[in-house]
């Protein structure tokens, strides 16, 4: 068996306006731009990612705003929770911070022992942080939310699912182990230190997830370059469909649709973000990889204006 994920690499959600997006990720939840690109299979659709100050694996979401998206509807067969670890006295700050900007939140609960504030993003995304002692310290970006409080990365995701069995088999064979249960949830973690947990929640009766703005397109665990090959004959002796490796620019990726409906990817943690800009110029201007070069008039003149989001 390859190397068990040390766990999330990156998240994607498709969200609506653009501008928003980044205003709400960057100034609101002070992550940093990190690369600013067009959807590989849409190009007249960016591909916004965040994440800390070098867009570190385990801090990375991104985003593909369509303008004019419908809404989805969050359910089975779905990520249906995006949770971002913060440190362990950080929750007044970010009760008061998301207050302060609007946000629709709820009051901070408790859960397996963390405090954990849930809210959503201006799509109706559900997200969560998750406050916790041993949040490290990584490299925070230079925004607006101090050190001490910043976003450390994601702590998790939560899968809604009719049937839990399949992907819980699937979690465990790629290095999650069962942790705890409570009522309808169960907790798989794995041994890295940030995107380490993913929690499902099994639901028969639950509305199925329908695509669209707010909702979450796939979720991406960590691998090596070497064991990726290995790790997409896994998924096919469990009888999943993986796609080929494809090349991102920033990483190579398989995909495979879990029985669950759940969109996996394992993502390579090399050549990442600064393999076609300087880790000082992230995110500041349109990169695109080399296939689509040819086309970058046609592809700039088709996407709405975005501000310039420096640091
Ligand atoms: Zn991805």
Redesign the pocket.
């Known amino acids: 068996m390859p190397t068990p994920t040390p766990g999330i690499?990156?998240v994607?959600a498709i969200g609506s306006d653009p501008g928003r997006n980044l205003e709400f990720y960057t100034r609101t939840l002070g992550l940093r731009l990190v690369k600013r690109s067009v959807n590989q299979d849409d190009v007249s659709v960016y591909h916004l990612f965040y994440g800390d100050h070098g867009g570190t694996p385990g801090t990375s979401m991104?985003f593909f705003p369509y303008p004019d998206a419908r809404s989805g509807r969050v359910g089975t067969g779905q990520v249906s929770t995006v949770a971002f670890l913060v440190p362990e006295d950080s929750v007044d700050y970010w009760t008061d911070r998301l207050a302060d900007a609007g946000v629709d939140a709820d009051e901070p609960r408790e859960r397996f022992g963390d405090t954990v504030l849930p809210f959503r993003d201006p799509d109706g995304l559900p997200l969560e942080l998750v406050a916790r002692a041993d949040a490290p310290r990584g490299r925070p970006p230079d925004g607006p939310v101090p050190d001490e409080h910043a976003v450390r990365g994601f702590f998790g995701v939560t899968l809604s699912l009719t049937t839990a069995t399949p992907t819980a088999d699937l979690l465990q064979t790629m290095g999650y182990d069962e942790a705890d249960a409570k009522r309808d949830r169960q907790r798989y973690v794995a041994d890295g230190d940030l995107g380490y947990v993913v929690d499902i929640l099994e639901d028969p009766q639950a509305p199925r997830g329908q695509p669209g703005a707010g909702t979450v397109?796939?979720v991406?665990f960590q691998v090596t370059e070497t064991e990726q090959p290995e790790w997409r004959d896994v998924l096919i002796e469990r009888g999943l469909r993986p796609t080929s490796v494809i090349d991102?620019k920033w990483f190579k990726?398989v995909?495979a649709r879990t029985r669950g409906g759940v969109l996996f990817?394992f993502?390579t943690k090399s050549p990442g973000y600064t393999v076609d800009e300087d880790l000082a110029d992230l995110g500041e201007r349109l990169v695109l990889p080399e296939w689509l070069e040819s086309r970058r008039n046609e592809i700039e003149s088709g996407l709405p204006e975005l501000p310039v989001e420096s640091g």
């Open positions: 690499h990156h994607t991104t397109h796939h991406a991102r990726s995909y990817e993502a």
